[in-house]
């Protein structure tokens, strides 16, 4: 019934925030049954596949969509796993540039996806474009850029583009080289055309541009061929990108000059300088090559650092394990040999090699690498323990429980490199920027062409040649582009190593502007393991006869009350009697016949409405829940009976926790089922802001609802299934670690260890992260509002200056070199 509940409610949140979808991959369309394309017989009972983009495909085998040619899923994922991420992915297609979407992580059969069915060797994605998958380092058809494997692997990195794009760097800077020294002679009055005997000037200028020929042509054919490949693809694609801008300019410059040297007679005087020669641009365009491959060298090398989180991580599980059989006999094996049940053997200074069960030994264990405590953690037989974190001093012998992809570690690998992928919805903006900038660029420099070629000093053509390539180069909306993704990148890894799971990059932005963070009291605020603190027995029972027939009424419950209650009497060894005809009520409380008498426990409106409540135990029971504590009341046969007080200790972590948030402004909101009295004993204890008490799985939904109807943007913390649907409703979800499977999946951020200093980690995380992105696109923005009048030629009527496409290139890779530099300070952050 909780599951359906959770269900209901992640449809309605999926309702609200999709409702202008596209219609037909819209969350708020269900699949559509008995259509055009439901290949499903009426009656079928197996797993039914759905697409993800296209609800109304319906068929009983993934055979492919029909509309689409997309891979179908099972019915009931589609739902769950964010369809409208993949409608707003469909609707960017339309949109040319745009195709880089919202929170896509890995897009499998879309049109930019080229890995064919059953392909299991390494994949490429570019990190701006998810969509794009290729089985080769091709380059993004979208933005051009390199694309970058999709998993990472421990092992030695492909370096395959950046090995190709340093060696044409080298070799070109090498021809380079004399070309910008001949170039810069005129600039500093050296004439190097007289080193070239000739009787004839005209001789001379032609043999220099021979020699400039020479020089230039491998620089432009083959150091910057991979610029024109991707150019002309821009275009054929009408992705229009940084390399269309390069490719044009480059082109241009070249081609003009290489008409100029063979056919130099064609060009009226307004292409001739004062010499009367034609002046030729191999310098300006090999230089601006040659630059441009430093920029790809310096961001690739840049954008492989940003990895390092998720390297650091697989780095973390030991190749190896002892595995251990049943006459001791210890063997060294792979990590791929363990299976579940295995057991293992971690000796001191080892990291463990899987998650799984301690069945002997003691040690303290460095979990810090995981949870990014930095105090080891005591472990004794029955804990549990985590693959990658570090043994201490001690042996331990383990049972394997999670292995391979299972493992805590191997998920977190899994969700960190999602989590890169993803686009923040500030990146929405950016790509609509980007999708009219180039085509803007380039009317730019067609204009600035033509008014240098009608009001430009002599030679006119020749600075209207020169600033319209300045213009093109110097936009290159490279920064631009990388300025999201670099930051989302770094910091989702910076989180991960400090034990902050960002599911995607929108719950990372979304984490800034939340002003209230709602917590559930047991497991979040608490530790989660009520002890027994008091028995007070009526009517002629003794203590322990109370405890056995409570212990046998709770032996059925799940509740952490029921789980100290059932503890306590075992650790007495009383014999619990067993019970039968249990029945429960949601919230109040259960009953049962034990040893033919009938036992009820459960809160006082519970006892009121079995008409068993005992006024003058009802102010006991207050005494104690000022104190903080949960008071239990017990009825035998219709008659009070007694009380249990239970007592959840407050984790030594939540005092700083809530003072740090109150700091940064946050309001403290704490829910709980437990009675008003003890919700407020503990809420005083703790300075929390607001208190719910009494509160039902329903009324945790409904209470967000009404702070987000006030204005407030919530963030809600929480580790159970009753949480799932306010974890859903809530604007930022964030699920304790040590929580349900199910609290996690409806959660947008995992704190691996669940206190609420992970949540102070990650407001910070979310505040740096958004900072930081700002900041690279300030930059970015700035540089080519200032850059392309620049180089357009506006301060020439008052300053003289022009921007030479040198320099030109020289500012252009710099800028998106110094994007990923700003981004890469994320590592250094302090959380």
């Known amino acids: 019934m909780k599951h359906d509940m959770h269900e209901e409610e992640r449809k309605r949140e999926i309702d609200s925030k999709h409702a202008s979808c596209h219609s037909a991959a819209n969350k708020n369309e269900k699949p559509t049954k008995g259509g055009k394309h439901d290949k499903v017989p009426a009656g079928y009972s197996g797993t039914v596949y759905v697409c993800p983009m296209h609800p109304e495909v319906r068929d009983v085998e993934d055979s492919g969509c029909p509309i689409c040619k997309m891979s179908l899923k099972p019915e009931g994922t589609v739902v769950e796993d964010n369809v409208a991420e993949m409608a707003e992915m469909k609707d960017g297609h339309a949109n040319c540039h745009g195709t880089a979407n919202t929170e896509v992580t890995s897009v499998k059969g879309g049109k930019y996806d080229k890995v064919p069915a059953g392909y299991s060797g390494t994949v490429y994605v570019c990190p701006m474009h998810p969509e794009v998958r290729d089985v080769e380092n091709s380059g993004c058809p979208i933005c051009g850029m390199a694309l970058e494997p999709e998993t990472a692997t421990i092992g030695k990195e492909d370096t395959s583009e950046l090995d190709d794009m340093t060696r044409r760097f080298w070799i070109?800077?090498?021809?380079?080289?004399?070309?910008?020294?001949?170039?810069?002679?005129?600039?500093?009055?050296?004439?190097?055309?007289?080193?070239?005997?000739?009787?004839?000037?005209?001789?001379?200028?032609?043999?220099?541009?021979?020699?400039?020929?020479?020089?230039?042509?491998?620089?432009?054919?083959?150091?910057?061929?991979?610029?024109?490949?991707?150019?002309?693809?821009?275009?054929?694609?009408?992705?229009?990108?940084?390399?269309?801008?390069?490719?044009?300019?480059?082109?241009?410059?070249?081609?003009?000059?290489?008409?100029?040297?063979?056919?130099?007679?064609?060009?009226?005087?307004?292409?001739?300088?004062?010499?009367?020669?034609?002046?030729?641009?191999?310098?300006?365009?090999?230089?601006?090559?040659t630059l441009v491959l430093l920029g790809q060298v310096l961001e690739l090398k840049a954008r492989s650092q940003t990895s390092g989180a998720i390297r650091a991580l697989l780095e973390l599980a030991p190749p190896t394990a002892r595995?251990?059989?049943?006459?001791?006999?210890?063997?060294?094996?792979?990590?791929?040999?363990?299976?579940?049940?295995?057991?293992?053997?971690?000796?001191?200074?080892?990291?463990?090699?899987?998650?799984?069960?301690?069945?002997?030994?003691?040690?303290?264990?460095?979990?810090?690498?995981?949870?990014?405590?930095?105090?080891?953690?005591?472990?004794?037989?029955?804990?549990?323990?985590?693959?990658?974190?570090?043994?201490?001093?001690?042996?331990?012998?383990?049972?394997?429980?999670?292995?391979?992809?299972?493992?805590?570690?191997?998920?977190?690998?899994?969700?960190v490199a999602e989590a890169q992928r993803s686009r923040a919805p500030i990146q929405k903006l950016v790509d609509k920027v980007a999708g009219w900038f180039v085509?803007?660029?380039?009317?730019?420099?067609?204009?600035?062409?033509?008014?240098?070629?009608?009001?430009?000093?002599?030679?006119?053509?020749?600075?209207?040649?020169?600033?319209?390539?300045?213009?093109?180069?110097?936009?290159?909306?490279?920064?631009?582009?990388?300025?999201?993704p670099m930051s989302i990148m770094v910091g989702t890894g910076k989180g991960a190593q400090n034990g902050v799971l960002i599911k995607n990059a929108e719950a990372l932005e979304s984490m800034e502007k939340v002003d209230t963070i709602v917590v559930d009291k047991t497991g979040t605020l608490t530790a989660g393991k009520p002890e027994l603190t008091a028995i007070e027995a009526l009517g002629g029972l003794d203590e322990d006869e109370l405890l056995v027939l409570v212990a046998a009424v709770e032996s059925a419950s799940e509740h952490p009350l029921a789980e100290?209650?059932?503890?306590?009497?075992?650790?007495?060894?009383?014999?619990?009697a067993k019970a039968s005809d249990f029945s429960s009520t949601t919230g109040e409380g259960a009953q049962a016949l034990v040893n033919g008498k009938q036992v009820?426990?459960?809160?006082?409106?519970?006892?009121?409405?079995?008409?068993?409540?005992?006024?003058?135990?009802?102010?006991?029971?207050?005494?104690?829940r000022k104190d903080g504590e949960t008071v239990i009341f017990v009825a035998v046969d219709g008659q009070a009976a007694g009380l249990i007080s239970v007592a959840d200790p407050i984790k030594p972590s939540t005092n700083e926790a809530i003072s740090l948030l109150h700091k940064a402004g946050l309001r403290v909101v704490m829910l709980t089922g437990d009675n008003e009295i003890t919700a407020k004993a503990v809420a005083s204890k703790l300075n929390i802001d607001?208190?719910?008490a009494d509160v039902s799985p329903e009324d945790k939904n409904r209470i967000i609802k009404e702070l987000q109807n006030d204005g407030k943007v919530v963030a809600m913390a929480g580790d159970g299934i009753n949480d799932a649907p306010a974890l859903a409703q809530s604007d930022v979800g964030i699920a304790m670690g040590t929580g349900t499977d199910v609290a996690m999946e409806s959660a947008g951020i995992t704190l691996v260890k669940g206190d609420l200093m992970g949540i102070v980690r990650a407001h910070k995380l979310s505040h740096s992260t958004m900072r930081n992105i700002r900041q690279n696109l300030f930059f970015a923005?700035?540089?080519?509002?200032?850059?392309?009048?620049v180089a357009a030629g506006v301060l020439y009527p008052f300053f003289g200056l022009l921007l030479s496409p040198m320099i030109a290139a020289a500012a252009m890779s710099l800028s998106s070199v110094s994007v990923i530099g700003n981004a890469l300070r994320l590592r250094r952050l302090k959380l």
């Open 600 to 624: 009820a426990v459960g809160n006082s409106k519970f006892m009121q409405r079995l008409d068993s409540f005992d006024s003058a135990l009802s102010e006991r029971a207050d005494k104690r």
């Open 323 to 415: 595995r251990v059989d049943e006459n001791d006999v210890e063997t060294e094996v792979s990590l791929d040999e363990v299976v579940s049940g295995d057991t293992l053997r971690v000796k001191p200074g080892e990291k463990l090699p899987v998650d799984g069960t301690v069945l002997d030994g003691n040690s303290n264990v460095d979990e810090s690498m995981v949870t990014g405590e930095p105090l080891p953690v005591a472990k004794t037989a029955g804990d549990t323990v985590t693959g990658g974190t570090v043994n201490g001093t001690g042996t331990l012998l383990i049972e394997a429980v999670d292995v391979g992809d299972d493992t805590v570690l191997s998920k977190i690998v899994k969700m």
């Open 781 to 789: 923005f700035i540089y080519n509002a200032l850059g392309i009048p």
């Open 564 to 576: 100290a209650i059932v503890k306590a009497a075992k650790a007495k060894s009383l014999t619990t």
């Open 439 to 484: 085509p803007i660029v380039l009317i730019c420099s067609v204009i600035t062409f033509i008014v240098w070629a009608m009001f430009g000093p002599a030679p006119a053509m020749a600075f209207a040649l020169v600033n319209a390539i300045a213009v093109l180069i110097i936009a290159c909306p490279c920064a631009l582009g990388l300025a999201t």
């Open 172 to 289: 070109c800077t090498a021809l380079t080289i004399p070309l910008f020294l001949y170039a810069m002679s005129d600039m500093v009055g050296i004439n190097l055309d007289s080193l070239i005997q000739s009787d004839q000037s005209d001789t001379s200028a032609q043999i220099a541009q021979w020699i400039q020929l020479a020089l230039a042509t491998p620089v432009v054919l083959w150091g910057a061929a991979p610029f024109f490949v991707r150019g002309w693809q821009s275009i054929k694609s009408r992705n229009l990108n940084m390399f269309t801008l390069i490719a044009v300019g480059v082109g241009a410059a070249f081609g003009f000059s290489l008409v100029a040297t063979f056919l130099p007679d064609i060009f009226p005087d307004s292409f001739r300088g004062a010499s009367g020669q034609v002046g030729v641009y191999y310098e300006a365009a090999a230089v601006i090559v």
């Open 690 to 692: 607001e208190v719910h």
